[in-house]
């Protein structure tokens, strides 16, 4: 089955830029989507299809994808952008939807 | 707006059944598919099964196929998982999740979840 790697955790000053990568084997052949997900909340879509945002999410949230590792990146970070981010793709091998382990990111 | 209310959750034996409700509105439910994910208390997403709009195509988790059954009614704007032979593993936040298209698309709108235990 298909695996996807994140950092267990980034930490990030306010105004800084926070950038957490996702590994799988030739992921940049594949269609990522990304998630934010605060404490006791549902999750959040922030990014999918690489790079495109849903309506109502800041321009601050960019992602990119290319070769084995796709970037979610945080710009000008705020507090409120505190939370855990899981990536996520689909494995056409075994037509099964998978998550990395997801990155806590923690606003200095 | 679109909002995704999920039910049934509890406390269950190993061995035992829920049945979980999810319950839509805010968008015509039969135009699209629909998934049920789960994460166990401080744990990652695991993606559970989905269901494609007219319920033709069905897909499960490893984890959990042959014991889920994943299932819908188009007329009462409803999404159902059946859990059966329900294991300690399975204890979880269970997540209905509306699917932006297919397979490969994302998950755009979410419910709030709901708790199952599973304990003896």
């Known amino acids: 089955s298909y695996v996807l790697t994140q950092p267990p955790s980034v930490s990030v000053a306010p105004g800084q830029t926070a950038r957490i990568t996702c590994g799988g084997n030739d992921i940049g052949s594949k269609s990522v989507h990304w998630y934010q997900q605060k404490p006791g909340q549902a999750p959040v879509l922030v990014v999918y299809d690489d790079s495109d945002r849903p309506s109502g999410i800041p321009e601050r949230f960019s992602g990119s994808n290319s070769g084995n590792t796709a970037t979610l990146t945080l710009s000008r970070v705020e507090a409120g952008d505190e939370a855990d981010y899981y990536c996520q793709v689909w494995d056409s091998s075994s037509d099964h939807r998978v998550f990395g382990p997801g990155t806590q990111v923690t606003v200095l | 707006q679109v909002q995704l209310v999920e039910s049934g959750g509890g406390l269950v034996k190993p061995g035992g059944s829920l049945r979980l409700s999810c319950g839509v509105s805010g968008f015509t439910f039969s135009d699209y598919y629909m998934s049920w994910f789960r994460q166990a208390p401080g744990k990652g997403l695991e993606w559970v099964s989905y269901?494609?709009?007219?319920?033709?195509?069905?897909k499960y988790a490893d984890s959990v196929k042959g014991r889920f059954t994943i299932s819908r009614d188009n007329a009462k704007n409803s999404l159902y998982l059946q859990m059966n032979s329900l294991r300690a593993e399975d204890t979880a936040f269970y997540y209905c999740?509306?699917?932006?298209?297919?397979?490969?698309?994302?998950?755009?709108?979410w419910g709030q979840g709901t708790l199952v235990t599973v304990s003896s």
């Open positions: 269901i494609s709009d007219s319920s033709r195509y069905i």
């Open positions: 999740a509306r699917d932006r298209g297919a397979a490969a698309d994302p998950n755009d709108y």
